[in-house]
């Protein structure tokens, strides 16, 4: 996380697609939290990241993981990919009982926790200040809204896709 804050974190990068960062943070979730059903949807033709693949799996999954706690049982996890223009669209949306709006930056904090009753004391409060420094150091940016329908959250994270050189 030091690192992270510093900007002294050297990333890896190589060639990865999307859906196998997504599909390998799902198969990570399913270990914990086996009764919890992801729905993914991705658009067609989606080009490669130019990324660490571990460090945004890691960040994906914090969210992947924060979405089964809350949600209630019997509720999906749902996961939209994108593009827009020159970026990947990563939208992660529970149905817990959602961030209240002025909350929605504080919960990137380090060690800042919603109060959630008795789950709280399983809570670090950096899973999400994580989430952002991995995403931030790929140059892309994460942020929480409500859900587009009902209660709950929604993740969105963008990420930049980067040109592909001639050599590449």
């Known amino acids: 996380m030091t ?6 974190l050297k990333l890896e990068r190589d060639w990865v697609s999307v859906a196998d960062i997504i599909g390998s943070a799902k198969q990570r979730l399913k270990r914990f939290f086996p009764q919890v059903e992801v729905e993914y949807e991705a658009a067609p033709d989606l ?3 130019y990324a660490h693949a571990a460090l945004l799996e890691q960040g994906l999954f ?10 209630p049982d019997g509720e999906p996890v749902r996961v939209w990919v994108s593009q827009h223009d020159k970026v990947c669209r990563i939208e992660i949306e ?8 002025a909350l929605r930056e504080k919960v990137f904090d380090m060690f800042y926790v919603v109060a959630d009753g008795d789950s709280k004391r399983h809570n670090t409060g950096m899973g999400l200040a ?13 942020k929480a809204t409500s859900a587009r329908v009902g209660t ?3 993740f969105i994270v963008d990420l930049p896709l980067p040109e592909i050189q001639a050599g590449d």
């Open 3 to 8: 690192r992270l804050g510093h900007g002294t």
């Open 47 to 49: 080009p490669l990241l």
């Open 62 to 71: 914090n969210i992947l993981e924060n979405a089964a706690k809350y949600s």
């Open 94 to 101: 529970d149905s817990g009982p959602g961030i209240p709006e």
């Open 130 to 142: 994580i989430c952002r420094g991995m995403i931030g150091a790929h140059g892309g940016s994460v």
């Open 152 to 154: 709950g959250s929604r």
